[in-house]
C-alpha cells in the first residue's frame, strides 16, 4: 500500500492548490483581511463574489494556514499576511504575475508538440496591470538578492553603470549603495520608468540615476557607461537575440569596462540546478525563443559578439550566477 507521503499523485495535484492561491490573491482577499478579521459575508461584498464560492474559497485558505476561522470569523495568519499588499516583504506581485502567466502555461503540451507556443500572451502586451505585477514581481525576487550580489563584486573601478531592462531599480539601488561613488544609467521601456523613479526617490538616489527610455531589442543603447548589468534578461532571448544584444553592449562600454550577467547558470547536462531546468519551461511556454542556458553558451554568445576574457564568478540555485565579460 502506498502511504500518503509517498502518493504519486500529490505533485500532479499541486495546482490544485495554486490556483486557489492565485485566485484569492487576484480577489485580494488577503489584503482585505490584513485590515481585519472578516465574516464571508463581509468579504463576499467586497469582492463582489457569490457568497458560497468564496466561503469554498475561504475553507480552503484555513486547510493551507492562510488564513484562520473560528466562529465564522476569518484572520490573516502570519503565513498569509505575505500574500497582502499591506505587508512590507509582500510577495502578492509575484503571486499576481503567476497569475498572469497561468494561460500560457495551460498551453504546454501544445507548445512541447509544436516547439513554440501558438497561444502565448505577452505580459509586456498583456496590459498596464500585467506589467506592474511583473516589474513589482521582479522586485520581490531582487531586493534580497541584489543585495547578496552587490556584496560579493568590487565595484570601485567603476564610474556608471548600465542597467539594462533595470525594471524599478532593485539593482541599481543595491550597487549604488555598495559603491557611493558609483552613478547610474537605467533603461527600460518608458512604461516601467515611472515606477524605477518612484523607487529611486524612496531610497534618496534619484540624483545619481538617469532613467532612460528605450526597447533593447530595437533602439540604441545609452553610453558613457564602463559597467553594464544584463540582471535576469539573457533568459527571454533567444541564442541570437542575447549575441546581437551582447554587440549593443561592447560598442557602446567605455574603455576599461565590463559586462555583468546575473541569472540561471546551467549544468553541462542542464538538469542542474533544479530550478533553472524548471525557469527553462516557463521560458518554453512564455517567449518566443527565451531558455536557460550553460556557462559554456553564454561564453560562446559573447565570443561571437566580440567579449575576449569570459569568467564564471558565481553559481547558484537562485538564478543567482554570475558571468563577467570583457571587450
Same mark, same amino acid.
Given at each position: 500500500?502506498?502511504?500518503?507521503?509517498?502518493?504519486?499523485?500529490?505533485?500532479?495535484?499541486?495546482?490544485?492548490?495554486?490556483?486557489?492561491?492565485?485566485?484569492?490573491?487576484?480577489?485580494?482577499?488577503?489584503?482585505?483581511?490584513?485590515? =481585519?478579521?472578516?465574516?464571508?459575508?463581509?468579504?463576499?461584498?467586497?469582492?463582489?463574489?457569490?457568497?458560497?464560492?468564496?466561503?469554498?474559497?475561504?475553507?480552503?485558505?484555513?486547510?493551507?494556514?492562510?488564513?484562520?476561522?473560528?466562529?465564522?470569523?476569518?484572520?490573516?495568519?502570519?503565513?498569509?499576511?505575505?500574500?497582502?499588499?499591506?505587508?512590507?516583504?509582500?510577495?502578492?506581485?509575484?503571486?499576481?504575475?503567476?497569475?498572469?502567466?497561468?494561460?500560457?502555461?495551460?498551453?504546454?503540451?501544445?507548445?512541447?508538440?509544436?516547439?513554440?507556443?501558438?497561444?502565448?500572451?505577452?505580459?509586456?502586451?498583456?496590459?498596464?496591470?500585467?506589467?506592474?505585477?511583473?516589474?513589482?514581481?521582479?522586485?520581490?525576487?531582487?531586493?534580497?538578492?541584489?543585495?547578496?550580489?552587490?556584496?560579493?563584486?568590487?565595484?570601485?573601478?567603476?564610474?556608471?553603470?548600465?542597467?539594462?531592462?533595470?525594471?524599478? =531599480?532593485?539593482?541599481?539601488?543595491?550597487?549604488?549603495?555598495?559603491?557611493?561613488?558609483?552613478?547610474?544609467?537605467?533603461?527600460?521601456?518608458s512604461d516601467v520608468l515611472p515606477m524605477a523613479r518612484e523607487r529611486l526617490e524612496a531610497h534618496g538616489l534619484l540624483s545619481r540615476v538617469r532613467l532612460v527610455a528605450g526597447d533593447f531589442y530595437s533602439d540604441p543603447l545609452p553610453s558613457g557607461c564602463d559597467l553594464?548589468?544584463?540582471?535576469?534578461?539573457?533568459?527571454?532571448?533567444?541564442?541570437?537575440?542575447?549575441?546581437?544584444?551582447?554587440?549593443?553592449?561592447?560598442?557602446?562600454?567605455?574603455?576599461?569596462?565590463?559586462?555583468?550577467?546575473?541569472?540561471?547558470?546551467?549544468?553541462?547536462?542542464?538538469?542542474?540546478?533544479?530550478?533553472?531546468?524548471?525557469?527553462?519551461?516557463?521560458?518554453?511556454?512564455?517567449?518566443? =525563443?527565451?531558455?536557460?542556458?550553460?556557462?559554456?553558451?553564454?561564453?560562446?554568445?559573447?565570443?561571437?559578439?566580440?567579449?575576449?576574457?569570459?569568467?564564471?564568478?558565481?553559481?547558484?540555485?537562485?538564478?543567482? =550566477?554570475?558571468?563577467?565579460?570583457?571587450?
Amino acid at each position: 500500500m502506498v502511504s500518503h507521503r509517498d502518493d504519486p499523485l500529490e505533485d500532479v495535484r499541486g495546482f490544485m492548490k495554486s490556483r486557489i492561491l492565485l485566485s484569492a490573491a487576484q480577489l485580494d482577499v488577503f489584503t482585505l483581511l490584513h485590515d =481585519g478579521p472578516s465574516s464571508a459575508e463581509v468579504l463576499a461584498g467586497k469582492t463582489q463574489c457569490d457568497l458560497r464560492a468564496l466561503t469554498r474559497l475561504l475553507d480552503c485558505l484555513v486547510t493551507f494556514g492562510h488564513v484562520e476561522k473560528a466562529e465564522g470569523i476569518y484572520r490573516l495568519t502570519e503565513k498569509g499576511a505575505l500574500f497582502s499588499a499591506k505587508h512590507p516583504e509582500s510577495v502578492l506581485p509575484m503571486v499576481l504575475h503567476m497569475a498572469h502567466i497561468w494561460h500560457n502555461w495551460h498551453h504546454l503540451t501544445e507548445t512541447v508538440r509544436l516547439g513554440r507556443n501558438p497561444q502565448r500572451r505577452s505580459i509586456v502586451h498583456s496590459g498596464a496591470d500585467a506589467l506592474a505585477a511583473f516589474i513589482g514581481a521582479m522586485h520581490v525576487v531582487g531586493r534580497n538578492l541584489a543585495q547578496e550580489i552587490a556584496a560579493c563584486l568590487d565595484l570601485s573601478p567603476y564610474k556608471r553603470l548600465l542597467d539594462i531592462g533595470g525594471a524599478s =531599480g532593485t539593482y541599481t539601488i543595491a550597487f549604488l549603495k555598495r559603491q557611493p561613488s558609483l552613478e547610474a544609467v537605467l533603461y527600460d521601456l518608458s512604461d516601467v520608468l515611472p515606477m524605477a523613479r518612484e523607487r529611486l526617490e524612496a531610497h534618496g538616489l534619484l540624483s545619481r540615476v538617469r532613467l532612460v527610455a528605450g526597447d533593447f531589442y530595437s533602439d540604441p543603447l545609452p553610453s558613457g557607461c564602463d559597467l553594464a548589468l544584463l540582471s535576469a534578461i539573457i533568459h527571454q532571448n533567444s541564442p541570437e537575440e542575447n549575441v546581437a544584444l551582447y554587440r549593443k553592449i561592447r560598442d557602446v562600454l567605455e574603455p576599461g569596462g565590463c559586462l555583468l550577467i546575473r541569472d540561471h547558470i546551467m549544468e553541462p547536462d542542464r538538469t542542474r540546478p533544479a530550478a533553472g531546468a524548471l525557469f527553462a519551461i516557463n521560458m518554453l511556454v512564455n517567449t518566443e =525563443g527565451g531558455d536557460t542556458y550553460t556557462f559554456e553558451e553564454i561564453q560562446a554568445g559573447l565570443t561571437t559578439a566580440g567579449f575576449r576574457k569570459v569568467e564564471l564568478l558565481r553559481t547558484g540555485d537562485r538564478m543567482d =550566477g554570475l558571468i563577467r565579460a570583457f571587450p
